[in-house]
């Protein structure tokens, strides 16, 4: 099925650094989401993503963070700067419809951001 | 808002017996869709099954699923696991109407299928 790719597999960093996750969505989606599944927890929505404007976030979407898929190129979630309670699973996700009954969104392998 | 529920967080198996995780929803929408999703070892989770109409049986890969509004549930059933079904499974749910599609998750169940 369709392949999202997500870079780095794992990353650790010193707490108040920044840090970028990046997602290669699937080529013609034109939807990007962010999930973030904390230890033993549930998958939990973060922030989805439109022509270039956040649609809709929650609020685990801190205001340091903040995303962006400038020219095409990697969807990116950027936190800065980065406290112990992000450390987590960082899931992106894309979809080509961005709802309605037959969309289905397409989800990557995850970064685990370990902030210590 | 929504919530999921998967009551159990490992369910184990023997090859070749039927199994079945519980997924049980609530949610304040009136049309939903509703996804199973597999993640195996190092992997991405990829979609399983979906569905979004009352009482009909949705199948695939062995798997089926049938969305039951009246009991609020969405279990997913195979008569025969395999085991390289071995792996964990979300129960998702998202509104399919309007702009607003953030899937909700349950916790996930791992499926531990031995010989």
Redesign the interface.
């Known amino acids: 099925g369709p392949k999202v790719l997500q870079i780095p597999s794992h990353q650790i960093i010193d707490m108040g650094q920044m840090v970028t996750l990046n997602c290669d969505p699937v080529s013609n989606h034109l939807y990007f989401y962010w999930y973030k599944q904390i230890l033993g927890q549930q998958m939990e929505f973060l922030v989805n993503f439109y022509n270039g404007k956040v649609m809709e976030k929650s609020k685990l979407f801190k205001d340091q963070f903040s995303v962006e898929r400038p020219d095409g190129s990697y969807f990116t979630l950027k936190i800065q700067p980065t406290a112990l309670e992000d450390s987590a699973v960082y899931f992106c996700a894309s979809s080509l419809l961005g709802g309605g009954i037959q969309d289905t969104q397409y989800f990557g392998p995850g970064t685990r951001l370990l902030v210590l | 808002g929504d919530s ?1 529920t998967q009551t159990e967080g490992l369910v184990t198996v023997t090859e070749g017996l039927p199994v079945k995780l519980n997924c049980t929803y609530q949610t304040t929408y009136l ?1 939903i ?1 509703f ?1 199973w ?1 597999v993640q195996y070892l ?6 399983l099954l ?1 569905s ?1 109409t009352d009482n009909k049986r949705t199948e695939h890969q062995g798997f089926h699923a049938t969305l039951h509004k009246s009991s609020s549930s969405f279990h997913l059933q195979k008569s025969s696991a395999q085991l390289s079904d071995s792996a964990l499974y ?1 129960c998702a749910l ?15 169940t791992v499926l531990s299928v031995i010989p």
């Open positions: 999921v049309t869709a996804f999703y190092n992997e991405a989770p990829q979609v979906k979004s979300y998202r509104p399919a109407t309007g702009g607003n599609n953030k899937l909700t998750f349950g916790q996930g």
